[in-house]
């Protein structure tokens, strides 16, 4: 399956990506232009029979500026800009909502957007790269500690007055990724199809701020 060409996606007008800062958004430009052109090689090629050489110049630039944008290889798969607009996202729903009704307020309007605004196949790509080769694989859990479950502490603790490196804050921010983890192996098994997702993510997350009656 292809993706959708990074100018186009750029240029949607429902973009959540166009909610970060000009500058991000010029970076964004260009990492996502490498991703396009990786994902695309991994497809034609495979992920093993694909150099950082060969996405260097298909997206026109050196091997050192695609260093600079992704530290490995495995980074242009696991990386994506959705982290900080989900925090911006999260700090401005009321401060009286428990955390995560708050989180499944922002998934609610974020996940959509992503699947459905164009960014729909580059997130299946990803996926079934994450599923099918182990350095990619080992790279994503190591990418969801210290990306996004670390986001989720830091605005988690802010929301309730607590410290940054708070014990409580932390362990339900691990709760939430593994609600996350949990959709995304659904999927990988066959038992939920992408467009389910949304819709599953969101039970999840209810059935965690419920207290998991099981």
Known sequence: ????????????????????????????????????????????????????????????????TFFRYFPTKEDVVVSDEYD????????????????VEAIRRVLR???????????????????????????????????MRSGTQAMLRDVIAERAGRAPDDLEADALAWAVVGVLMSAMYAWLDGRVGMEDMPELIDHNLAFLAAGCPI
């Open 1 to 64: 399956m292809s993706t959708s060409p990074p100018d186009q996606r750029a240029a949607r007008a429902d973009d959540p990506l166009d909610r970060l800062p000009l500058r991000e958004r010029k970076k964004l430009k260009t990492r996502r232009a490498i991703q396009h052109h990786a994902l695309r090689l991994f497809e034609r090629q495979g992920y093993d029979g694909t150099t950082v050489e060969q996405i260097a110049a298909a997206a026109e630039i050196s091997p050192s």
């Open 84 to 99: 900080p607009v989900m925090a911006a996202d999260l700090r401005r729903q009321p401060p009286e909502l428990h955390p």
């Open 109 to 143: 309007d974020l996940l959509p957007e992503m699947l459905d605004g164009g960014d729909g196949d580059t997130v299946l790509t990803r996926m079934r790269l994450t599923a099918t080769v182990p350095s990619v694989r080992s790279r994503t859990f190591e990418a």
